[in-house]
């Protein structure tokens, strides 16, 4: 069996969809940089090229965070203690966090 194939294996996606990953046609899911994280024991920030993401609004830096941090929209709610929806909401810059979570974050 070739790397590609084990590799696929090894992180639960399939080698199509890994293919699909090293060409750039997709992008992939956090579990997967998760994944491919642990197998080539580097950061996900690495992986997942978050660093040049645009940090001009508070919205922009609080995705570039999550992102980096490797956490879903509900893991960064949890952590905060907030509903999922209040996390999209600070992202699209529709509503502000409260002075409370902005300690948090």
Known sequence: MDFTKELANLIGISHVALSKLENCQTKPKLRTLRLLSQVFDVPIAYLGCFESLPE??????????????????????????????????????????????????
Do not use: C, N
Request: proline fraction near 2%; charge should be positive; avoid cysteine.
């Open 56 to 105: 001009y609004s508070f919205g922009q830096r609080l995705t570039k965070a999550r992102l980096y941090h490797a956490m879903t929209h509900k893991e960064m709610a949890d952590t905060l203690g907030v509903h999922e929806k209040s996390v999209k909401l600070w992202q699209d810059g529709l509503i502000k966090p409260s002075s409370e979570h902005m300690e948090k974050l």
